[in-house]
């Protein structure tokens, strides 16, 4: 394993934190909308809206930690590289791309919840336009 390795992860993790992070930030958008809606008129619907987000906001943010944990075993990976501990740098980059994986498959938990949620308003609409 070259130096060039673990650095072909670096465009890739980074575009995934990224997308955590607008993912993350969206979220907090309409749970802070969903609250001041709530507050001046408290509906059931809402609270449940925004418990559920809450799910998915502790979601990504397991994502993202998973995610940078990756990309810090990545550095950790290149250097042991340099100092010519191949060893090391087998088992480091083994960790990074089993954090990785991980937070993939965190993501992937993450886009059903939203899938069934908004599976869930979009029933609900209906619901209101057959009465």
């Given at each position: ?9 670096f ?16 979220i ?29 906001i ?19 990976t ?12 087998n ?25 069934q ?15």
């Amino acid at each position: 394993m070259s130096l060039t390795t673990p650095a072909l992860l670096f465009p890739a993790i980074s575009l995934l934190l990224l997308a955590y992070t607008n993912r993350f930030l969206v979220i907090t958008q309409l749970i802070r909308s969903l609250y001041k809606q709530n507050d001046t008129n408290p509906d059931l619907d809402i609270r449940k809206q925004i418990l559920h987000l809450r799910v998915r906001i502790i979601a990504i943010r397991r994502m993202q930690v998973a995610g940078i944990s990756s990309f810090i075993l990545c550095v950790v990976t290149m250097f042991a590289i340099f100092v010519q501990q191949l060893y090391l740098a087998n088992i480091f980059f083994a960790g990074s791309m089993v954090l990785l994986l991980v937070s993939l498959f965190i993501s992937l938990y993450e886009v059903q919840i939203s899938g069934q949620a908004l599976q869930l308003q979009l029933k609900n609409l209906e619901q209101l336009s057959d009465d």
